[in-house]
């Protein structure tokens, strides 16, 4: 593949660095399209316009509602400890922390008084504006703004929503029986990709661990960040649980026929495509989450597999144990109600986010048990 370069400045950072140390990994290209302190898509002052996608958080306020539901029972689970930690990592704007907190303060007052929430965000342009949506929270001093998460927590929750998508992956080929890795190189024309022998061992590994043979010419990612991080968290979390809410499948279907060239996509203007080197730093790049994967390396940070289902099942479980009051919480009139089952609606739609988003529980210091959002319908 070749792709002519957009004149962004990391398209220049880029080209210097490859031309005098040579191709780099698409890992490492990914990572400073994402995250590059300047010039990153994550990183620009300028994010919070430039939304390329819609997340469940966008749609309606009910998403952090049964999220809260769901932490309540947990905290409850764990025998109601005088201190709950929830982390999210991925925070963003902290809008989904807003909303969490507001059903904490509003519905769940036991809760609320337990609850200590860390809103963990690496861009510190996003990182600023906390202070002005979660004003009130802060001022209960139930709320801390962080960039990464604590050495250690006790008790409580990590979680993320639409996190591990956005980590950056390795891009490998099946080739006569061998694995190989696409490099992202510098022609003529612009960027172009090289198939070399793997950077890492550990990328080899990683399929062999899941049982995955790619066929000849077959595409397929390799998330080790992500691995790391799942293996991280479990290791800060003493006891309780970690949940992940994202797109991705289990290692089986990630890896299947319909998958040939991968889950890769770029995002820019709410469209998708697989021009992955137009305007460096300007459109998102994601990646298909590899839930057999956080299950497998999650196991070193002493996690065990506690629940995996889909958006759907898991809020319509939520909804249902709160009589759905949740879902009619925004609607003051017979109008507004409407409103909020349609956009209730959106999230759990088996044709969109419902089924496309899969949620994954692993715990840690309890003995198993079934969280409200993992019940089948």
Not at 245 to 256: F, K, M, N, S, V
Request: proline share 5%.
């Amino acid at each position: 593949m070749r792709a002519r370069i957009a004149p962004t400045p990391l398209a220049e950072i880029l080209k210097g660095r490859i031309r005098s140390a040579g191709p780099i990994t698409f890992a490492e290209y990914m990572e400073a399209c994402l995250y590059h302190p300047d010039f990153g898509y994550y990183s620009r002052p300028d994010f919070p316009p430039r939304r390329d996608y819609f997340t469940s958080v966008d749609v309606s306020p009910v998403f952090g509602r049964l999220l809260a539901r769901q932490f309540d029972q947990m905290w409850r689970l764990l025998g109601k400890p005088g201190e709950f930690v929830i982390a999210e990592a991925g925070a963003g704007s902290g809008a989904l922390a807003r909303q969490i907190l507001d059903c904490a303060h509003e519905s769940l007052g036991e809760f609320a008084e337990a609850l200590r929430y860390l809103a963990i965000e690496s861009s510190a342009a996003r990182r600023s504006g906390h202070a002005r949506v979660l004003e009130k929270h802060f001022a209960r001093g139930r709320v801390e703004s962080r960039e990464d998460l604590p050495e250690a927590i006790s008790c409580g929750c990590i979680f993320s929503n639409e996190l591990l998508d956005a980590f950056p992956v390795h891009r490998v080929l099946g080739r006569q029986g061998e694995l190989r890795e696409i490099y992202v190189s510098v022609g003529d024309e612009g960027f172009c990709e090289e198939a070399k022998p793997l950077s890492k061992p550990a990328l080899a590994d990683y399929f062999r661990k899941q049982g995955i043979a790619l066929q000849d010419e077959q595409q397929a990612e390799a998330g080790p960040a992500a691995c790391d991080w799942i293996a991280r968290a479990g290791r800060i979390l003493q006891k309780g649980f970690v949940l992940t809410i994202d797109y991705g499948h289990e290692a089986r279907e990630l890896y299947d026929d319909r998958h040939i060239r991968g889950t890769l996509l770029a995002y820019a203007g709410h469209r998708a495509s697989e021009d992955f080197y137009r305007a460096p730093g300007e459109q998102d790049l994601t990646a298909h989450v590899n839930f057999t994967a956080l299950d497998l390396w999650g196991r070193a940070g002493g996690l065990e597999r506690a629940g995996f289902t889909s958006q759907t099942n898991f809020l319509l479980s939520l909804a249902r144990r709160s009589g759905f009051s949740d879902v009619d919480f925004e609607g003051k009139d017979e109008p507004g109600q409407t409103r909020a089952r349609l956009l209730f609606k959106t999230l759990i739609h088996p044709e969109g986010m419902g089924e496309t988003f899969q949620v994954f529980a692993q715990r840690k210091g309890i003995e198993a048990c079934t969280l409200a959002g993992f019940e089948p319908l």
